[in-house]
């Protein structure tokens, strides 16, 4: 229902597709206020309306805004509305203190409704209701909500106003707006923190962690002070582009600035250590803390899980469920991927069990492709397969279904490829990656017929496969290649040491893996493709602008081909140098010619 403007200022009302809930009138005529019906056992707020009543003080707004403001942050939303439609003359700062209350108590669809009201009344504005009111927004993520309430802002002369030019900064962050959010952004002439933790948590969130830590560089140029919330936030940029020189700054500064390490700094610290390839530090974080939660231990399990040390995984595992909080679906979630990636198939049996029987935790979509994954790599392909066919409860997604591809492509399983790659297209025909996979099971068989049928497809479809890249961090900077890149301006210099390098690991036995590349490629032109992947020339300038000695720590975007992964084997023994691989699955420890995954990712 939407009222119009009657005569004497009054409201009729007619029927609208609004779908918020209609607003009362209010009355033209100051009557007494009478507490709602309630049930007899009365609650405190009606208790103190009463006691207004009696002394005959119901028109002093600011006695009832204390009444209603204290109802919502109690949770009587349903009496605060009925009581304020009962009133008056509602003034700007009740209707403020309303919204504000009702948005901070996670009531964010009346902050709507009160907003709506206040329109009606016609009651002034303030900073502090629109800045409720976006926020509001942003918690339903209301996209055209928010852009009437930001046409609203700039109509009523708010638009310069730094507290509102943050909450729209906020608000489009969080629904994804991130070219909008960064043109409120760059326009504010006063940037707030809560501007600066709102652009760079909403980079980080939508996974552009290059421009989280572009835009924290920034800010810390800027001599902008930083709380607990752009560290959160800055750590998991680090995380996500393996940034280890940034995040070992920022333990550092919070250390020197003796920053309250809580659970959640802390998890983001054991996080953004693990996914950087220092495990040993992220354990020592670990240690360190006086009181540890499920989600601490369970960052740390995932770590150890991510390396591959399926062993150590287990263990601190155990001494969780001894002296420990009990383990969440998450916990379990990491512990079976660990398994996965370590081949102890035995021990994922059971805590797959142990998770039903010992804690009453129904599998969820993440336990199944960790259950598939596990026994798909160890080649209990037969296996995994009727545990997929055994999900009843759950229907199998995408997910569960790469990973049954994954592993039929790893042992070769032409058939139950074929059958794991219908059932995927059928979910997600769009997705050239299975495609690819589905094309490489085809040539691993010698059926080139139905390679060139895939490929065909493909371009059919207008699809194309992922654009891989390597990244690696030298003195604090990230720099990222492609395959056969030449943008960087050393280019020359990093192929020419590229392929003496190559040269040095032929002479020791490495045997370029051609299978690694496109099929339809001639022998030699094979040959090139392998040579300039994106990990190996990122590997070579490490090696070029790193000290002797030190650790080269490299991260790939898509999974590490078998060709890559054999060669680095050789360059760790050729260079003497201990080199650390971040692909999409896991991490990889090269050193002396062996690999951590003892070559089982």
Request: overall charge positive.
């Amino acid at each position: 229902m939407e009222r119009t403007a009657g005569k004497q200022g009054q409201f009729s009302r007619r029927r609208s597709n609004d779908s918020l809930p209609p607003s009362p009138s209010p009355s033209p005529i100051s009557l007494p206020i009478y507490p709602p019906r309630r049930p007899p056992d009365q609650t405190p707020t009606t208790k103190v309306h009463a006691q207004i009543i009696l002394s005959a003080k119901t028109t002093s707004l600011p006695l009832l805004t204390k009444l209603l403001t204290s109802a919502c942050a109690a949770g009587s939303i349903l009496y605060v509305r009925q009581l304020l439609f009962s009133i008056t003359n509602p003034d700007s700062f009740l209707f403020s203190s309303l919204i504000k209350t009702s948005t901070n108590h996670n009531f964010p669809l009346h902050s709507i409704i009160f907003y709506r009201h206040m329109l009606l009344c016609n009651a002034p504005w303030s900073n502090h209701a629109f800045t409720a009111v976006i926020k509001a927004c942003a918690n339903l993520s209301a996209l055209g909500l928010g852009k009437i309430v930001h046409c609203h802002v700039l109509v009523s002369g708010y638009g310069l106003d730094s507290f509102v030019q943050a909450a729209f900064v906020s608000f489009y962050a969080k629904c994804n707006e991130l070219g909008v959010a960064r043109k409120v952004f760059d326009e504010m002439p006063h940037r707030t923190l809560v501007a600066w933790n709102s652009m760079i948590s909403g980079y980080e969130q939508y996974g552009l962690a290059e421009e989280a830590i572009r835009l924290f560089s920034r800010m810390r140029d800027s001599g902008v002070e930083f709380d607990s919330v752009t560290l959160v936030s800055v750590l998991s940029a680090c995380s996500q582009f393996g940034a280890l020189g940034l995040g070992r700054w920022i333990h550092d500064y919070i250390d020197r600035n003796n920053f309250h390490v809580n659970t959640t700094i802390a998890t983001s610290l054991i996080n953004m250590y693990g996914r950087c390839g220092d495990v040993i530090k992220a354990r020592e974080v670990f240690d360190s803390l006086k009181q540890q939660n499920v989600i601490t231990w369970t960052a740390m399990i995932s770590s150890y899980g991510m390396h591959g040390y399926g062993r150590e995984t287990l263990e601190i595992f155990r001494v969780m469920k001894l002296h420990g909080p009990s383990p969440n679906r998450v916990t379990f979630i990491a512990v079976l991927s660990a398994c996965a990636h370590s081949g102890l198939v035995s021990e994922g049996r059971l805590a797959y069990a142990s998770m039903i029987q010992d804690y009453g935790i129904v599998p969820e979509m993440e336990h199944h492709v960790s259950m598939v994954d596990m026994l798909g790599r160890a080649g209990l392909l037969n296996e995994a397969y009727q545990h997929i066919q055994d999900m009843n409860c759950v229907e199998p997604g995408a997910a569960v279904w790469t990973a049954m591809l994954g592993a039929c492509k790893m042992h070769k399983n032409v058939d139950l490829g074929v059958v794991a790659a219908e059932n995927l297209l059928a979910i997600e025909p769009q997705h050239p990656g299975h495609y690819v996979l589905l094309s490489n099971i085809y040539a691993m068989a010698g059926r080139m017929d139905r390679v060139e049928m895939v490929r065909n497809v493909m371009i059919r479809k207008g699809l194309k496969k992922q654009v891989g890249y390597a990244t690696i961090e030298v003195d604090q900077k990230t720099i990222l290649f492609s395959m056969g890149d030449k943008s960087h301006p050393e280019t020359a210099m990093i192929y020419r040491y590229l392929d003496e390098l190559m040269e040095r690991c032929r002479e020791v036995g490495y045997i370029p893996v051609s299978e690694s590349v496109m099929h339809e490629l001639e022998e030699e032109e094979r040959v090139y493709a392998l040579r300039y992947h994106s990990e190996k020339l990122a590997l070579a300038f490490g090696l070029l602008k790193t000290e002797r000695g030190s650790i080269i720590r490299i991260v790939k975007n898509l999974r590490v081909c078998e060709d890559c992964h054999t060669a680095i084997k050789f360059v760790s023994v050729v260079t003497k140098r201990k080199i650390v691989v971040r692909d999409k699955l896991r991490f990889h420890h090269f050193e002396g010619g062996s690999c951590s995954c003892l070559d089982y990712w």
